[in-house]
């Protein structure tokens, strides 16, 4: 149990960081594979009811942006888009290894291209880092 909020944070941060499924749904994000991302994230975010809740919510939200900008839906892709961005802005900078500064900067450019009805060409999301696979060995 961990009962002061800086530690329930560091607890519910380990345990999605130890959790495969968050590896998972961040290499869907930078493979662009919105839907499946998607998923990833929906799942985590759904069990989770502490502090790390904003961050998955906040990531999804700009995944499923992407999936409505890739079907054409660009009214929903600035909304959520623009919710994700609000989500994230509250967190931590770099929860969960993500550099969400990275991603907050880039999906506001992003945004500000929707709005205005600009390309968004160079404006790509940031590869998310997030937590490493451990291999075993000491090195």
Same mark, same amino acid.
């Given at each position: 149990?961990?009962?002061?909020?800086?530690?329930?944070?560091?607890?519910?941060?380990?345990?999605?960081?130890?959790?495969?499924?968050l590896?998972?749904?961040?290499?869907?994000?930078?493979?662009?594979?919105?839907y499946?991302?998607?998923?990833?994230?929906?799942?985590?975010?759904?069990?989770?009811a502490?502090?790390?809740?904003?961050?998955?919510?906040?990531?999804l !939200?700009?995944?499923?942006?992407?999936?409505h $900008? @890739?079907?054409?839906? *660009?009214r &929903?892709?600035?909304?959520?888009? =623009?919710?994700g961005i609000?989500?994230?802005?509250?967190?931590?900078?770099?929860?969960?290894?993500?550099?969400?500064?990275?991603?907050?900067?880039?999906?506001?450019?992003?945004?500000?291209?929707? !709005?205005?009805?600009?390309?968004?060409?160079? $404006? @790509?999301?940031?590869? *998310?880092? &997030?937590p490493?696979?451990?291999? =075993?060995?000491?090195?």
């Open positions: 149990m961990c009962p002061t909020p800086k530690k329930q944070f560091l607890c519910e941060e380990q345990e999605l960081l130890a959790d495969n499924r590896r998972e749904a961040i290499l869907l994000f930078n493979s662009g594979d919105w499946a991302c998607h998923d990833g994230f929906e799942a985590l975010w759904h069990e989770t502490g502090p790390m809740r904003p961050v998955l919510q906040g990531i !939200q700009i995944a499923v942006a992407e999936l $900008l @890739e079907r054409g839906n *660009l &929903g892709a600035t909304i959520l888009m =623009g919710e609000g989500r994230l802005k509250g967190c931590p900078p770099n929860a969960l290894c993500i550099n969400l500064l990275a991603l907050v900067g880039t999906a506001a450019h992003r945004l500000q291209a929707l !709005q205005q009805q600009q390309p968004l060409e160079g $404006l @790509e999301l940031p590869v *998310l880092v &997030g490493q696979p451990h291999n =075993g060995s000491l090195d």
